[in-house]
């Protein structure tokens, strides 16, 4: 759903709409072409194919930075979770 918003409807999203076109590709790419879960990767909860496939398939086309900022994103959402 994030996606289609997103995509369809960016004035939806304030914080999202004001974003150059660089950052929103980053953002697209972390909340909707990844498809990748790296906390369940980390925590063993799915099968390394089903994780890996999908990863490797979108990484062909990811630019350095967007990886990056996935990962930072991963680090803030890892930062907010409670033990």
């Known amino acids: 759903a994030l996606s ?14 004001d974003l150059d076109e660089v950052e929103k590709r980053s953002v697209q790419f ?14 063993a909860e799915a099968t390394p194919g089903a994780m890996l496939s999908s990863l ?7 630019s350095g930075a967007n990886l990056a900022f996935y990962f ?8 907010g979770a409670e033990a």
């Open 72 to 79: 930072v994103h991963w680090l803030t959402d890892l930062a």
């Open 56 to 62: 490797k398939r979108v990484l062909k086309g990811a």
């Open 4 to 17: 289609y918003v997103m995509e369809h409807y960016p004035t939806a999203l304030p914080s999202f709409r």
């Open 30 to 43: 972390t909340q909707c072409n990844l498809c990748f879960n790296h906390g369940w990767f980390v925590q």
